[in-house]
């Protein structure tokens, strides 16, 4: 069974502080996610990765960097945390290059509480 | 411009009843949808999915409608339980174009079965 592993289920940061959200998954998936989760805007998406040391911009790049130096593991980097930046994160991952019809398997979430 | 829309934030049915969960998409271009379902302090699972080729498919007490000429599809649970109550993720992406993997969201509908 596919497994996505967050490092942290809660986190509270500073404003300005830099912050790190790691995710591991554990079944060779080429493409790894990051969304966020807001009451009332879904999911949306942030940045992604197809493949080691290559990223993408989703929807709402903005304040956000990430890093993917081996296959299983996807970070998500707040430069300098702001209070709007205060969400769930979700990583996800699944297979394939063609892989639109490949579900996603997320993990269990990051709640991140800035102030 | 939100190109999932989930315009029923919130659905309660009673236990042995019906549930109908409604998704509407804006792109043409999408021609692979999924539904997921998320329960509080977990992230979202796969549910079923729907080609754009069929207008129909069926697993156990889940069943999703695509209409495509109205882009709209919805998923039936019948009969709902308890343990149905969740929130509930339209996603829509295209198996085909270069950023095949990326799923937009809807906001979601938080469904809610009485005993």
């Known amino acids: 069974d596919v497994k996505v592993t967050q490092s942290s289920r809660y986190l509270v940061k500073r404003t300005g502080e830099k912050v790190f959200l790691e995710c591991v998954q554990d079944?060779?998936?080429?493409?790894m996610f990051w969304y966020r989760q807001d009451p009332g805007l879904g999911l949306r998406l942030i940045y992604f990765?197809?493949?080691?040391?290559?990223?993408e911009k989703g929807d709402i790049p903005e304040g956000y960097s990430v890093s993917r130096e081996k296959k299983e593991r996807f970070s998500l980097i707040l430069e300098s945390a702001s209070t709007n930046q205060t969400s769930m994160y979700l990583c996800?991952?699944?297979?394939?290059?063609?892989?639109?019809?490949?579900?996603?398997?997320f993990g269990n979430g990051t709640r991140l509480t800035v102030t | 411009d939100q190109q999932v829309k989930q315009n029923s934030p919130s659905l309660s049915v009673q236990e042995g009843r019906i549930s109908i969960l409604n998704c509407d998409y804006t792109?043409?271009?999408?021609?692979?949808f999924l539904w997921y379902k998320k329960y509080p302090a977990e992230g979202p699972t796969f549910l079923i999915s729907?080609?754009?080729?069929?207008d129909k498919n069926e697993d156990g007490r889940f069943t999703v409608f695509l209409n495509k000429s109205a882009k709209h599809l919805s998923l039936h649970i019948v009969p709902s339980q308890p343990g149905d109550s969740a929130v509930y993720f339209c996603a829509a992406t295209s198996v085909y174009n270069t950023n095949a993997g990326k799923s937009t969201f809807g906001d979601g509908t938080t469904l809610t079965v009485k005993p």
């Open positions: 996800a991952s699944n297979s394939g290059l063609a892989a639109g019809n490949s579900p996603l398997h």
């Open positions: 729907i080609s754009s080729i069929k």
């Open positions: 079944m060779d998936h080429e493409n």
């Open positions: 792109n043409s271009m999408f021609d692979y």
């Open positions: 990765s197809y493949d080691v040391k290559m990223k």
